[in-house]
């Protein structure tokens, strides 16, 4: 009998060995530097070159007019949906609101596994800034890298989602988030951070070890202190670039997003952010470059070492940061085989470096754009218009701060040799006369020094699909927009481009004409890109759909008229092949809030104008809307009940206490009675004011 256990012990061992091993590939470099893999999308941009190109053919401009809805995977809980899914060995994994991460059969949209980080348990009790979105995730060996809102990055197997290591990368109390997916390769993860109007913050990047998850380099992006010494060499060149007591302000420069591991060449981009405050004038009162604000800046893999930077606005002024896309191509330029890197930042222009260097090769204007007039390419440095700095007043400044692209990736075909480029056409009025050198940046507090509002537009539409030739530098084709904050873009050698919209449009075009060939309407806004990948021979294409980001949450007007109100629509993972024929719900039409009335509030104005300050201050708008109107990202608090005096002891569990935490609304634990007053005044002013709106 003995031995008999003996060899079904050893037996038992040996069928798990066997399960383990066998399932799960280890994903290394070269995996995730294959372009020949058309069957997976291992990385962020598909492959370390972040190309966003896929191999695949079958669905192509021919055959797409087929297309159809393969599966669907509702998300009932989920709010704004900006992730890039990865798909491996047939599997699919995304990230969804409140940093969720799931891992779903990619033939069938059966979930296999779920990870919930649990950020409301882990924030409770402490303040909060930013997004409850994330753009990603990161494959390297057998694990799954997330990262969350309130800071930690998170390492998972990929078989089961189980956690296999979680580590802090930067502290509770400090005004930061993360919504940027992490970027693995050489054996280590990195993750930045946001929060550059959130406080005084100095930015900085981490690598961890894939393995244990220990902190192996960190790279601060710009100086602090000269008192407490300068980390390296590094810092202290970038100092002599800034003047004032600068690290009083943080300096900011925060990487929330764009960092690309060039496997080739072994180096790491990573794309920088704007100043902290925006305004040079008080950030860095003499003037300077500011190092390495608004750059690419090349690091050391292995040691997070500084090799070469290239800075996109020198002395930044209007949240113009560099946090987009850093795309790798072999170009032909003037006869000249190129190791090339494409950027096209908020400011507008279109860079093509030498990546080996970080020379300038050259750069125009994609977009609408009067703050520079030109890239000197003997310099390589922006020439600006004289009042550009709003030194002499109010001053229409374009791109506005959304910039005229964001996060949303443009994708390069190398058989057209174009990129394909999600544009904004938005300016905004600048003026700074309420602001002297007393300003401070309060930690979650946060501010600008700087007023604006969205300018005048000349154009009848706002948003662009762009194609660009990146080696003539012009634009070759164009589909007007009428909405900005369109989704990021694939492309493919079946010769199509794959963009849906923020009205919820979700079109392939021909990748060399940009006719339209085959349009779905999703019903909600899509800001997530999509991806396409393969099982068994048949392609699908897939995106999850659920409008998100910074213009979604109406930081600005424009987004309510969308009618993608908080709660109304189910988010959604689209999947579709050339066979597909699944019936997916119809979404319910376009709803916009009703304000209510509180009959008999008497609305003292003095009240509602705290109320509008306490709104500003303490960021409510950022989700709530300039005005309080929301642009769906969070409830329309002029239609919310919940500010009727009767409510008073339910909004102060909401707002002091934190109990919607587990729909991402933060708690303010030190707002007063006195000051939930004021915002009820100031509430109820916009609700009563605007009960006559029309949107048509
Ligand atoms: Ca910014």
Request: proline share 5%; with cysteine.
């Amino acid at each position: 009998m003995k031995h008999s256990i003996h060899y079904f012990a050893l037996f038992s061992i040996w069928l798990f060995a066997t399960a383990s091993s066998g399932q799960t590939r280890l994903i290394n470099d070269k995996d995730i530097a294959d372009e020949t893999n058309s069957e997976d999308w291992l990385a962020y941009g598909r492959t370390h070159n972040e190309q966003r190109y896929s191999p695949l053919t079958q669905i192509n401009q021919k055959s797409v007019a087929k297309m159809g809805v393969d599966w669907h995977l509702d998300l009932p809980g989920d709010v704004g949906l900006v992730s890039t899914p990865l798909v491996i060995d047939g599997v699919m994994y995304f990230t969804g609101s409140m940093n969720i991460v799931r891992a779903v059969d990619a033939l069938t949209g059966t979930v296999l596994w779920q990870h919930d980080p649990k950020v409301a348990e882990e924030v409770v009790g402490h303040k909060r800034a930013g997004w409850v979105h994330n753009r990603g995730l990161s494959a390297y060996g057998n694990k799954i890298f997330a990262a969350t809102w309130d800071g930690r990055l998170q390492a998972l197997d990929r078989n089961s989602g189980k956690l296999l290591w979680s580590t802090r990368t930067f502290g509770l109390e400090e005004p930061l988030y993360i919504t940027g997916a992490p970027k693995a390769f050489k054996g280590k993860v990195l993750i930045g951070n946001g929060g550059t109007e959130a406080g005084p913050t100095r930015g900085y990047v981490s690598a961890y070890d894939t393995e244990t998850g220990e902190l192996a380099w960190r790279f601060y992006i710009v100086p602090g202190n000269p008192e407490d010494g300068f980390e390296d060499e590094t810092m202290e060149m970038a100092a002599e670039t800034w003047s004032g007591n600068w690290w009083e302000h943080g300096g900011g420069g925060n990487a929330w997003h764009a960092f690309t591991y060039d496997e080739e060449l072994d180096q790491l981009y990573i794309g920088t952010g704007n100043g902290s405050p925006w305004n040079q004038k008080l950030r860095s009162p003499d003037g300077g470059d500011n190092l390495f604000l608004c750059s690419v800046v090349a690091l050391d893999p292995d040691t997070g070492e500084y090799l070469w930077h290239y800075q996109t606005v020198p002395g930044e002024t209007w949240d113009y940061n560099s946090n987009m896309d850093i795309v790798l191509a072999d170009l032909t330029l003037e006869g000249r085989d190129v190791k090339a890197l494409m950027h096209a930042p908020k400011n507008g222009f279109f860079y093509v470096l030498d990546r080996l260097t970080g020379a300038l090769l050259s750069a125009e204007k994609f977009a609408d754009t009067n703050w520079a007039t030109h890239i000197d390419l003997a310099t390589g440095r922006p020439v600006e218009r004289q009042g550009a700095r709003y030194e002499d007043g109010s001053e229409n400044i374009f791109p506005s701060p959304f910039g005229a692209h964001s996060w949303h990736a443009m994708s390069y075909n190398p058989k057209t040799g174009l990129v394909y480029l999600p544009t904004i056409h938005l300016s905004a009025d600048f003026i700074d006369e309420s602001y002297n050198t007393q300003w401070r940046s309060v930690a979650f507090e946060g501010g600008t020094a700087v007023d604006w509002s969205q300018g005048a537009d000349p154009r009848d539409y706002s948003g662009e699909l762009q194609a660009w030739d990146p080696v003539t530098q012009q634009k070759r084709w164009s589909v007007p927009q009428s909405d900005p904050w369109a989704s990021g873009t694939l492309t493919t050698a079946g010769g199509l481009v794959f963009q849906g919209e923020a009205n919820g449009h979700f079109s392939a075009y021909d990748a060399s004409s940009g006719e339209t060939v085959w349009t779905f309407d999703a019903g909600l806004g899509i800001s997530a890109p999509p991806i396409t990948y393969a099982i068994d021979g048949k392609q699908y294409v897939s995106v999850l759909v659920g409008y998100g980001g910074g213009y979604a949450s109406g930081l600005t007007p424009g987004s309510e008229r969308l009618g993608w109100a908080y709660g109304v629509h189910t988010r959604r993972l689209l999947t579709f092949s050339l066979d597909g024929k699944n019936s997916v719900p119809q979404q319910p039409a376009p709803h916009y809030p009703e304000p209510l009335i509180e009959a008999d509030f008497a609305v003292n104005n003095n009240l509602a104008e705290k109320g509008a300050g306490l709104f500003i201050q303490h960021a409510c708008y950022a989700c709530h809307g300039l005005g309080a109107i929301s642009g769906g990202m969070a409830p329309d608090l002029r239609a919310s009940a919940m500010f009727f005096s009767e409510m008073t002891q339910p909004l102060r569990g909401i707002v002091r206490e934190g109990k919607r935490l587990d729909r991402g609304m933060p708690g303010y634990p030190d707002m007063s009675d006195a000051e939930l007053v004021a915002l009820r005044h100031y509430i109820r002013r916009e609700a009563h004011a605007q009960t006559d709106i029309n949107w048509e």
